[in-house]
């Protein structure tokens, strides 16, 4: 069944275990301010695995993902077949098998494409892409094109020096109005006229 969307939202917006949105239960979901989801990412939890949550930032444009925050069972054993937990021996919560690799973190503005699975432990930087059908093994670094199954890096979307100026800018967290002032800028291609006017604003508020 399709989840629903991400509503509109201009602050942070939190989903529970059920996949309620601001729902009672603790959150497993976090989407910063306008973080736009056509359908809610699934969170795949296992019985016992640790209550990592999953925090995605503002601006983010997040397919129909799929984020596995454990359900990792233990390789270097005789069988990776979990009896304790399985069969409800002693220490079955305790054994370490499922696992979980840890928290899953993703930056802002990062355009997630469709049917993409992400591991737990797995951090995503800021203005990222992740292209559809991919499986995010392993850290994305800020504004790096990855695709494929494991995800692997194409690109990135500019020069190492452009990105350091971008990421320095933290437009993402600049006040909302201020940001929806400057839409010709951020949906533009001209990165010098951005950087500029990002450099005559000064820092983050
Ligand atoms: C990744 C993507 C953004 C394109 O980025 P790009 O940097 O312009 O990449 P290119 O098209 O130049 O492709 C680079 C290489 O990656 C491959 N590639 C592109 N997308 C791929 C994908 N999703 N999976 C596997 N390989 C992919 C290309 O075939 C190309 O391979 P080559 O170098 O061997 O020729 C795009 O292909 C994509 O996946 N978009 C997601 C669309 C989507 O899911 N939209 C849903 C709404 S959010």
């Known amino acids: ?10 602050g942070p917006l939190s989903v529970d275990a059920r996949g309620n949105i601001s729902g009672s239960g603790a959150p497993q979901l976090t989407m910063g301010p306008y973080t736009f989801a056509p359908e809610i990412p699934r969170i795949v939890r296992y019985p016992n695995d640790p209550d990592h949550p999953v925090t995605i930032g503002a601006y983010g444009s997040i397919g129909n993902v799929e984020f596995v925050v454990g359900g990792n ?5 005789v069988s990776t077949f979990a009896f304790r937990h399985v069969l409800g021996l002693p220490g079955a919560a305790s054994d ?3 696992s979980s690799a840890g928290p899953i973190v993703v930056g802002s503005d990062v355009w997630i494409g469709r ?4 591991l737990s432990g797995v951090s995503i930087g800021h203005g990222a ?4 059908r991919s499986v995010v093994a392993k850290d994305v670094r800020p504004y790096a094109i990855v695709v494929g ?3 692997r890096e194409v690109r990135r ?3 190492d020096e452009r990105v350091e100026a971008l990421l320095a800018s933290e437009w993402w967290t600049w006040p909302p109005a201020e940001v929806l002032s400057i839409v010709d800028l951020l949906n533009g291609a001209d990165i010098e006229r951005f950087l500029e006017y990002a450099a005559s ?4 508020a």
């Open 115 to 118: 049917d993409v699975t992400i």
């Open 96 to 98: 370490g098998c499922p």
């Open 1 to 10: 069944m399709k989840a629903p969307p991400a509503p509109p939202h201009e």
């Open 149 to 151: 199954n494991p995800a």
């Open 129 to 132: 892409v992740i292209g559809a």
């Open 73 to 77: 069972h233990r390789v270097d054993w």
């Open 201 to 204: 604003r000064g820092g983050r």
């Open 157 to 159: 979307r500019f020069s």
